[in-house]
T-cell receptor, first 111, second 112 residues
Framework: NAGVMQNPRHLVRRRGQEARLRCSPM?????VYWYRQLPEEGLKFMVYLQKENIIDESGMPKERFSAEFPKEGPSILRIQQVVRGDSAAYFCASSVSNEQYFGPGTRLTVT | QQQVKQSPQSLIVQKGGISIINCAYENTAFDYFPWYQQFPGKGPALLIA?????SEKKEGRFTISFNKSAKQFSLHIMDSQPGDSATYFCAASLWGDQKLVFGQGTRLTINP
C-alpha cells in the first residue's frame, strides 16, 4: 500500500513566479491536509480538503495561496507570486479517520 | 488557546537510557494527542496516539502518559537506541476536527 506521495520533492522558484505542489493521498483516503514547516519549527496547519470541497482553510494566508482537491487527480497547493518568506517545507497528509499520515514533503526555495 | 508547548527543545540521552519529552496544552476541548517522529529530510511519521479516556498507552518501547487535570502529556522512550535519534513532535486536536496543532519539536540524540 503506497503511502502519501508528494511531488516535486524539491522546487526552486524565483521571486514572483508561481509554485504548484502536488499531493496524492493514500489509497482509500478521502481527506487531505496541507501543513507548512519553517526551519527549526513545528508544522502549521494550512488547509483541509475533501474531494471537490475545502472544509477548513483557516490556516491559509489570505492572498497568493490556494488549494484544491479535484474529483480526479492529486490535490494541488498553489502559491502565486512567491516571496522569500514562502521558503519552507510543505507537507501533505491524508486520513480516513483521525489518524493523519504524512508525505515526504516538498521543499520550496525562493531565490 | 490553540497552543501546544513542548519541552525540551533538544535532548541528549545515553544508549539504553529513558528519553522523556513533555507537552502542555491550553484548550481543554482537545481530545486526541498523537506523537510524530521525523528524520531529516523526511515527513513526520505517526508513532503513537492517546485519547483522554486513558492515562497511559504503551506500544513497544514507546509510552504516552496523559494527565488531564494538568493538561499535560509526555512521551517516554525506554531503552533508547541510536536509531531513535530524530525530531519528535507532539500534537493535539479535537476528535473529528482534523486540524492538528503541533508543538515546536524536540531534537533527540542518543549517544552510543
Amino acid at each position: 500500500n503506497a503511502g502519501v506521495m508528494q511531488n516535486p520533492r524539491h522546487l526552486v522558484r524565483r521571486r514572483g513566479q508561481e509554485a504548484r505542489l502536488r499531493c496524492s493521498p493514500m489509497k482509500g483516503h478521502s481527506h487531505v491536509y496541507w501543513y507548512r514547516q519553517l526551519p527549526e519549527e513545528g508544522l502549521k496547519f494550512m488547509v483541509y480538503l475533501q474531494k471537490e470541497n475545502i472544509i477548513d482553510e483557516s490556516g491559509m494566508p489570505k492572498e497568493r495561496f490556494s488549494a484544491e482537491f479535484p474529483k480526479e487527480g492529486p490535490s494541488i497547493l498553489r502559491i502565486q507570486q512567491v516571496v522569500r518568506g514562502d521558503s519552507a517545507a510543505y507537507f501533505c497528509a491524508s486520513s480516513v479517520s483521525n489518524e493523519q499520515y504524512f508525505g515526504p514533503g516538498t521543499r520550496l526555495t525562493v531565490t | 488557546q490553540q497552543q501546544v508547548k513542548q519541552s525540551p527543545q533538544s535532548l541528549i540521552v545515553q544508549k539504553g537510557g529513558i528519553s522523556i519529552i513533555n507537552c502542555a496544552y491550553e484548550n481543554t476541548a482537545f481530545d486526541y494527542f498523537p506523537w510524530y517522529q521525523q528524520f531529516p529530510g523526511k515527513g513526520p511519521a505517526l508513532l503513537i496516539a492517546i485519547r483522554p479516556d486513558v492515562s497511559e498507552k504503551k506500544e513497544g518501547r514507546f509510552t504516552i502518559s496523559f494527565n488531564k487535570s494538568a493538561k499535560q502529556f509526555s512521551l517516554h522512550i525506554m531503552d533508547s537506541q541510536p536509531g531513535d535519534s530524530a525530531t519528535y513532535f507532539c500534537a493535539a486536536s479535537l476528535w473529528g476536527d482534523q486540524k492538528l496543532v503541533f508543538g515546536q519539536g524536540t531534537r533527540l540524540t542518543i549517544n552510543p
